[in-house]
């Protein structure tokens, strides 16, 4: 089922270069959002790649787009964060395609994934019954995976979840630049562990 609006967004960062690790970033618009300041923050540490959409991880574009796009580079490790689109996705469908998709990623780079944040009603004055619901399912099926693939977490649902609500716009979804340097941080800081 696609949304009203479906987009794709990307960046590889000096292409030409092969003297520091690659890393991958793999999400939706929180990712597209502060991919540019991990990217700042790592400099010189790695390079740092990203691809995002709204796609859902059910349709065939998607899987499509991930894999090629992961095996265009040499990536050492992959960052993976795409929960917040596929609305109607069960949990068990959910975690099958993830669990087969990050199979087929490992083959490109050592793979790390993150929990999806927090979703609340426009305004900001409760949270979303509906995505709440689906987003502790899908953090579930991405704790389990990574539990029985050895994968590690990046917790941004927690990271989310305390952030305070000047830190965030007013669609419930997504976040101020101070937001999104918090995010940038905790990922910067995972990537760095990780390499």
């Known amino acids: ?12 960062d000096e292409t030409h270069n092969s003297d520091l690790p690659r890393v ?11 991919q540019d300041k991990v990217r700042q923050k790592l400099k010189g540490v790695c390079y740092v790649d990203f691809v995002a959409t709204s796609y859902a991880i059910d ?19 992959i960052h993976f964060n795409n929960g917040l689109h596929g609305q109607h996705i069960s949990k068990r469908t959910y975690k099958s395609r ?6 087929r990623l490992a083959k490109n780079g050592k793979i790390t994934v993150a929990t999806s944040t927090i979703v609340y009603c426009e305004g900001n004055t409760r949270l ?6 689906r987003l502790k399912e899908r953090n579930d099926a ?9 994968y590690k977490v990046d917790d941004l ?18 976040y101020t630049e101070e937001g999104y340097e918090h995010f ?3 990922v910067a800081d995972f990537i760095t562990a990780q390499l």
């Open 1 to 12: 089922m696609k949304e009203r609006f479906e987009w794709v967004s990307s960046w590889c």
């Open 24 to 34: 991958l970033l793999v999400g939706d618009s929180i990712t597209f959002n502060y």
């Open 59 to 77: 349709t065939k574009i998607y899987n499509t787009l991930i894999t090629s796009f992961a095996s265009d580079s040499k990536y050492t490790l």
């Open 98 to 103: 993830l669990t087969k998709l990050l199979q």
């Open 128 to 133: 979303d019954r509906v995505w709440t619901k």
């Open 142 to 150: 991405v704790n389990e995976i990574a539990t029985e693939a050895g």
């Open 157 to 174: 649902y927690s990271a989310s979840v305390s952030l305070s609500i000047d830190k965030r716009l007013m669609d419930g979804i997504h």
């Open 184 to 186: 940038a941080n905790i």
